[in-house]
């Protein structure tokens, strides 16, 4: 993460009210913050105070709050406008990055009162694209489990529970990351994670689940592990806490022998499989999914609510005019 010694007082001091009041994660603080300094990089060059135009040597921690107070709706729509042109971002990115950008200019003029006019106040976020989540099927998904339990990897224990954990519970990669043995309750089958916002929520572990950790603290490591990591659930090689990039790589090497697509399928289509799955197969309500999933809007969790084509068929099928000729 950049220094904030190369920031300018009024984004550290958002970054601070973003951590102490809106109770924003780290990885959040990590993301404004590269949105904002990307953004003040692109108002510096715009409004002709930077003679530098590669935007990775930008100096801004001078960019003065009046040079702020001059920013116009117009220029924000620029901005936008040259993600999408000139670095093709997507709708989803720069729809994250006009709600970082709407709620830094609100802190600005509401809660800091450094700036007296809001040009961020009518700022509209970028129409998406709404397309159905990539999963698999409840074949694939046994499939995917059983080559993880058949392997011969002398790591197939912890393996075959994060597979399993991804395929059951529907939960996020960082939330699995950060599991700590001390979260289970062993006597109740469930776990506490911390998901987006730092907002806590409880997962009700079936039998595969506690049966695939229970295997897996058989053989997990003792002795030896980083003293920062001895609480961790998953453990590497090295005996300290699992890293995302490692937690990705053993889903992509599973998927690869289970004769998956890799450029269909990666290890958040495994959050999309488990919810798809419960949603059809197990008729879970949409607000236990959403429970589940740890979505703030029920809006986010509708994508799983989509019929799949035998659902279509069978409504065709079943429509009472269907033998009438």
Same mark, same amino acid.
């Given at each position: 993460? &950049? ?10 001091? /958002?970054? =601070? ?8 994660? $780290? ?6 913050? @590269? ?23 930008? +100096? ?24 999408? %042109? +000139?670095?093709?971002?997507? $709708? ?5 990055? &006009?709600?970082?950008?709407?709620? /830094? ?13 809001? $040009? ?8 998406? +694209? ?28 912890? +393996? ?25 309750? /062993? ?26 950790? #229970? =295997?897996?603290?058989? &053989?997990?490591?003792?002795?030896? &592990?980083? @003293? ?5 659930? /998953?453990?590497?090689? !090295? ?5 995302? !990039? ?16 890799? #450029? ?6 495994? !959050?999309? %499989?488990?919810?798809?799955?419960? @949603? ?19 809006? %986010?969790?509708?994508? @799983? ?21």
């Amino acid at each position: 993460m &950049v220094s904030r010694n190369e920031n300018p007082d009024y984004l550290n001091s /958002f970054l =601070d009210y973003s951590i102490t009041i809106l109770n924003k994660s $780290p990885n959040s603080i990590k993301e404004y913050n @590269y949105d904002l300094r990307n953004f003040l990089k692109f108002i510096k060059i715009e409004f002709g105070l930077s003679a530098e135009k590669d935007y990775s040597k930008v +100096d801004i921690h001078d960019l003065d709050i009046n040079i702020i107070k001059k920013i116009k709706l117009e220029d924000i729509h620029k901005y936008i406008s040259h993600m999408a %042109t +000139d670095l093709r971002s997507k $709708p989803a990115t720069r729809a994250r990055k &006009v709600s970082t950008i709407r709620v /830094f200019f609100k802190y600005l003029a509401s809660k800091a009162k450094l700036i007296e006019t809001n $040009p961020a106040q009518n700022l509209e976020t970028p129409k998406l +694209d709404k397309r159905l989540p990539k999963y698999l099927s409840l074949e694939e998904s046994k499939k995917l489990i059983e080559v993880t339990k058949t392997a011969s990897d002398e790591n197939k224990e912890r +393996d075959l529970a994060i597979i399993t954990l991804f395929l059951n519970c529907g939960m996020r990669l960082s939330e699995l990351v950060s599991i700590n043995i001390k979260d289970i309750n /062993f006597s109740e089958n469930k776990l506490n994670v911390i998901g987006k916002g730092n907002k806590e929520r409880t997962i009700y572990l079936n039998k595969s689940c506690m049966n695939a950790i #229970n =295997d897996y603290l058989k &053989v997990r490591p003792h002795e030896g &592990v980083k @003293y920062e990591s001895k609480d961790a659930l /998953f453990l590497s090689k !090295r005996k300290e806490r699992i890293s995302n !990039r490692m937690v990705q790589e053993i889903v992509k090497r599973e998927l690869a022998k289970a004769g998956l697509d890799l #450029n269909k399928y990666s290890t958040h289509k495994l !959050r999309h %499989t488990a919810a798809t799955l419960m @949603y059809q197969y197990g008729h879970v309500d949409i607000r236990a999914l959403q429970v589940l999933l740890g979505h703030e809007s029920i809006s %986010t969790t509708e994508i @799983y609510t989509h019929v799949n084509d035998e659902q279509v068929k069978d409504a065709v099928n079943k429509n009472p005019l269907a033998n009438e000729t």
